[in-house]
């Protein structure tokens, strides 16, 4: 899968697609897959190609479901176009999808972008609801409601989630006098994000020297907002953020720690944020499984095991694609069949196993593979168990077309500033005018 892009999300999603399970198996970002309007055909072999036009690691080659497909029927060869970024995948898509033409015969679309295409785009799409062996209840609801139109098509199957939780790093906590036990480190902040900043107030009066309690301004304020069931649009549609004390209760929350040193002056998934994981400079990240991969990947090697994951004040999401089959596609039937099979809860399993994309599908939950499943960066910890505990109490958001521009003007262009010297009443005032202005309000 997934996330350096034009948003906090896009840029988590795209790269978080290295994230590394159990064997330890790291897969970097996809290159850029050129072209995405080649065609899907028959090879030499009299074979039926099937291509998916992907963003990120998607991770289904790497945890090798194409081979397993293909094996389980030789008529089919399965191949991948990747565009590495989503903030160039996901124009070329809209391009490709308003000419109906050029598009391959799966595509994927992220959690951020699936409103505006169940909106603007579902006539363009095959209802997967109508497919054999497809049951909604096999997702969780509001994951399936996120890809469905008003009048139940199911535009795309979801693939993966982003349950968050709080990884931290025991050495720090324990050097910093708090406690490193899960358990008792969920319970500092539960069922309250400011409980976490006092955390943080408290973890900074013994700090070890050169780090912050937290990563990033933008990392704690997506994890605030992604917990909340309403955020910048309500559910006729209407832009709210502005209006919505759940979004100005986080950006004042968010400019509190960042004024009072408790984040790191960075934005994530950028070089010198990379860095601050590489150098151990902060004890704390908000952590979607996918992000224990990146976590690895940017790490020094005597990082491992130093790492535990604990609940977060409250449940959340953060990440997620869906898998749609283009009307337009060369092989509609085909392509629906592989796409029901990638995204059954037995596929689900064994992509997390191996790539860190957490299943939608609750019945993944309790296979070997989630169960077991361990990370080198957290050593024993249950993680499989512990995301799949926060993924229960994910709530239904209402998501809008727009929810990525609004989210990048609030974390890039807002909280960060307040790490830089502004106030926290001009870095929302200069956020709120970059936004309105890419919205044209």
Known sequence: MRAARTTTARRALAIAAVASLGAGLLAGCADDGGDDSSSSSGDSSGKTTITLGLFGTQGFKEAGLYKEYEKLNPDIKIEENVTERNENYYPALVNHLTTNSGLQDVQAIEVGNIAEVVNTQADKFVDMSKVEGVKKENWLDWKWQQGATKDGQAVGLGTDIGPM??????????????PTDREEVGKLWAGDWSKLVD????????????????????????????????????????????????????????????????????????????QTIANSKFASVVCPPWMLGYLKGKSQPDAAGKWDVAA????????????????????????????????????????????????????????????????????????????????????????????????????????????????????????????????DQ
Not at 165 to 178: H, N, T, V, W
Not at 244 to 267: I, M, R
Request: glycine share 10%.
């Open 312 to 439: 977060a004040p409250k449940s959340g999401n953060w990440g997620g694609t869906f898998l749609g089959v283009p009307k337009s596609g060369k092989h509609v039937e085909e392509a629906q069949k592989l796409v029901a099979w990638l995204t059954a809860p037995e596929q689900q399993a064994k992509l997390f196993a191996v790539q860190g994309s957490f299943p939608s599908a609750p019945g993944a939950y309790k296979l070997p593979e989630v169960t077991g499943a361990k990370n080198s960066m957290t050593g024993d910890a249950p993680i499989g168990d512990i995301f799949a505990k926060a993924a229960a109490d994910i709530p239904a958001q209402v998501i809008g077309p727009k929810d990525q521009i609004i989210q990048q003007g609030l974390t890039d262009n807002g909280v960060v500033l307040v790490t830089q010297g502004k106030s926290a009443k001009d870095a929302w005032e200069t956020a709120t005018k970059t936004i309105d202005n890419n919205l």
């Open 199 to 274: 955390a943080g107030e408290d973890y900074k009066k013994k700090a070890p020297s050169g780090t912050t309690f937290m990563d990033s301004p933008g990392g704690l304020l997506n994890a605030i907002l992604s917990s909340e069931s309403e955020k910048f649009y309500d559910a006729s549609g209407k832009v709210i953020y502005k209006d919505n004390p759940a979004v100005k209760g986080a950006f004042d929350l968010t400019a509190k720690a960042a004024e009072e040193g408790l984040v790191q002056s960075q934005t994530q998934f950028q070089p010198a944020w990379d």
């Open 165 to 178: 939780a709080i990884c931290y790093r025991k050495d720090l906590f324990e050097k910093a006098g708090l």
